[in-house]
């Protein structure tokens, strides 16, 4: 027995190992992932923001050939104006400049407007990419090392299996299945010492009577509550123990 609850406490400092290491190289992954992310967002949305842009530019571009071809209507209608004799054709002539001239202001107004826009998103689009960049560098400088960090916890990690593999045969069959299982249920935490009578794990007092077997003999005991095998550890017999004899050694003197 004594032999079965030293091989369990050491396979739960190699899972512990295992646990911390496994923990420590999922969040550096999961970081690394997040940046990966939101880089993709980023490019897409700087995608979607040039698409646009070019949508605008190209009717900012046939607005002006509008305004351009407006002038030219003006300045023939103009210069026929020399050739008109009759007054009533002259006044109709003019009107018609009045009211080109009306509209092309018009369109130059709201280009006006529109190129402030144009500016203002063309802007927008740059402190995007500034972004981006920045992030870029950042990840390929912090990132490069990241999954070296990340190759480095794997290595880790396998070395560590390789000693458990190497101790599992030391315990029953039965007991490999029943550790492999409260590990994976209770985080990774399957064997606890008794601290002050209560579980290590859970923190719920052990029954007197188990805890008094267990002061007796060394014995394979599961929690009652969480299921976890616990050991009363050598400090804490020895203190139970001391406490015990006390009142024998004070009857002595
Ligand atoms: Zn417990």
């Known amino acids: 027995m004594k032999d079965i609850l030293e091989t369990l406490i050491k396979l739960q400092e190699i899972d512990s190992d295992l646990h911390r290491y496994e923990q420590q190289r999922d969040a550096l992954k999961s970081k690394l992932a997040q940046l990966t992310d939101l880089i993709g967002r980023m490019e897409k949305s700087i995608q979607e923001k040039r698409g646009k842009l070019s949508e605008v530019e190209a009717w900012y571009r ?65 402190g995007d990419e500034e972004r981006l960049e920045a992030l870029r560098h950042d990840t390929a400088k912090e990132g490069g090392s990241s999954w070296d960090q990340v190759e480095a916890y794997n290595k880790r990690i396998a070395e560590i ?83 015990v004899h006390e009142p024998f050694e004070s009857e002595e003197y």
């Open 62 to 126: 046939d607005q002006q050939d509008a305004v351009n071809q407006d002038n030219e209507r003006v300045n023939k209608l103009k210069n026929s104006l020399n050739s008109v004799s009759k007054t009533k054709e002259y006044l109709l002539r003019q009107r018609e400049i009045e009211g080109l001239r009306k509209a092309k202001q018009a369109k130059e107004d709201e280009l006006k407007k529109a190129e402030e826009a144009l500016n203002d998103f063309k802007q927008n689009i740059a």
């Open 161 to 243: 299996q390789v000693r458990k593999t190497a101790l599992l045969p030391s315990l029953p069959e039965r007991l490999r299945g029943q550790y492999e299982r409260i590990l994976k249920n209770r985080d990774g935490l399957a064997v606890v010492p008794v601290l002050k009578g209560s579980c290590g794990g859970c923190h719920v007092k052990i029954r007197p009577q188990i805890y008094n077997s267990m002061l007796q003999t060394v014995q394979i005991v599961n929690c009652q509550q969480c299921s976890r095998f616990v050991y009363i550890p050598a400090d804490e017999l020895a203190e139970v123990m001391n406490a």
